[in-house]
């Protein structure tokens, strides 16, 4: 079992920059992909970043690409998720998944999920 809360969702004027962190316990961190998901008012869950144990390799959906990074502290059991030039579009509750394997992180298939964390962008 994974146990997974997520922090620093908030209020941010457009253009502006937020970071989220997800903080893990229970099983050994870097056995873990990560993912980070969102869901906007009225809408299904999406995709919006994902990376492999041990960092090396990341993914983004290509609404956030070049605008968001994921990173990840396994000393710290946390994951982070650095959102810059913020856009309304952006407003969502922002969910992190944990799954030994990327590519259904990366779906969100039988994964540890957290609360989430609300974020809103002001224009």
């Known amino acids: 079992q994974v146990q997974l809360v997520e922090s620093g969702g908030g209020l941010v004027q457009a253009g502006g920059s937020l970071r989220l962190s997800c903080r893990a316990s229970g099983r050994t961190f870097s056995n873990y992909a990560m993912g980070w998901f969102r869901q906007a008012p009225e809408k299904g869950r999406e995709f919006v970043a994902a990376?492999?144990?041990?960092?090396?390799?990341?993914s983004y959906a290509d609404s956030v690409k070049g605008r968001f990074t994921i990173s990840r502290d396994n000393a710290e059991n946390t994951v982070f998720l650095q959102m810059n030039s913020v856009k309304p579009e952006d407003t969502a509750i922002y969910y992190c998944?944990?799954?030994?394997?990327?590519?259904?992180?990366?779906?969100?298939?039988?994964?540890?999920w957290g609360q989430g964390t609300q974020v809103n962008v002001s224009s």
């Open positions: 998944a944990a799954h030994a394997n990327v590519y259904l992180v990366r779906v969100g298939a039988n994964a540890y």
């Open positions: 990376i492999t144990g041990s960092g090396s390799t990341t």
